[in-house]
């Protein structure tokens, strides 16, 4: 090993240069950025398929697979200047696809062994998801900002993958459909401190 430099050091290092080579890539061959986005989304879908018939691990290699394509599609964008609105709102709407049909592909699983706790479980994350974003969007529409608590997208996405991958979905439900939705109410109740505030100003 380089003195002075750490495992996670020379792996953080790896992994930008290996992105930053898919992205010069990508953006080299003009890809759309909103193509990329799309992409990640039939993987996605994929990898729900996966789910739906029990392939845990399998599935979480998918997810990760398709992180690549979430994770590049912005960059894509800024280095052929292809930076719009709509190609925000795009990549949004289609983040919350992925997540549905992901859980979608779990309810199914869960409810063909009959585990209807499981199920529920998955239910309550889907619905944590959902509204952590609605919430922060609607908040944001009444206040400059609101992007508290701790389960986003990236979180949830690395909990469903490390679960899948380690054979621990269960443990993996437990904790995003607690802490999705205790994210939820952290911003409901950042919101209602911030706009009272502004209305005694």
């Known amino acids: 090993m380089i003195r002075g430099t750490s495992i996670s050091g020379l792996l953080g290092t790896a992994g930008t240069w290996?992105?930053?080579?898919?992205v010069n890539l990508l953006a080299a061959f003009k890809v759309h950025p909103n193509v990329l986005t799309l992409i990640g989304l039939f993987i996605n879908i994929f990898a729900?398929?996966?789910f739906g018939k029990g392939m845990f691990t399998w599935a979480g290699l998918v997810v990760l697979f398709a992180g690549i394509f979430d994770m590049v599609d912005g960059e894509v964008a800024r280095r052929t200047g292809r930076v719009t609105r709509f190609g925000a709102f795009f990549d949004s709407v289609i983040?919350?696809?992925?997540?549905?049909v992901l859980f979608l592909g779990l309810v199914i699983?869960?409810?063909?062994?009959?585990?209807?706790?499981?199920?529920?479980?998955?239910?309550?994350?889907?619905?944590?998801?959902?509204?952590?974003?609605?919430t922060r969007a609607r908040a944001e529409s009444?206040?400059?900002?609101?992007?508290?608590?701790f389960l986003e997208r990236p979180e949830?996405?690395?909990?469903?993958?490390?679960?899948?991958?380690?054979?621990?979905?269960g443990a993996?439900?437990?904790?995003?459909?607690?802490?999705?939705?205790?994210?939820v109410s952290q911003r409901i109740w950042y919101t209602w401190?911030?706009?009272?505030?502004?209305?005694?100003?």
Do not use: F, H
């Open 156 to 169: 949830r996405i690395v909990l469903l993958i490390i679960g899948s991958l380690t054979n621990r979905l």
């Open 18 to 22: 290996i992105l930053n080579s898919i």
């Open 193 to 201: 401190q911030e706009t009272k505030k502004l209305e005694q100003a």
């Open 172 to 183: 993996a439900m437990w904790v995003m459909a607690v802490l999705s939705n205790w994210t």
């Open 95 to 100: 983040d919350r696809y992925s997540d549905m």
């Open 48 to 50: 729900a398929v996966l």
């Open 109 to 134: 699983w869960y409810a063909k062994v009959d585990k209807i706790l499981y199920a529920a479980l998955v239910g309550l994350s889907l619905i944590g998801s959902i509204m952590t974003s609605y």
């Open 142 to 149: 009444l206040i400059p900002a609101c992007k508290v608590g």
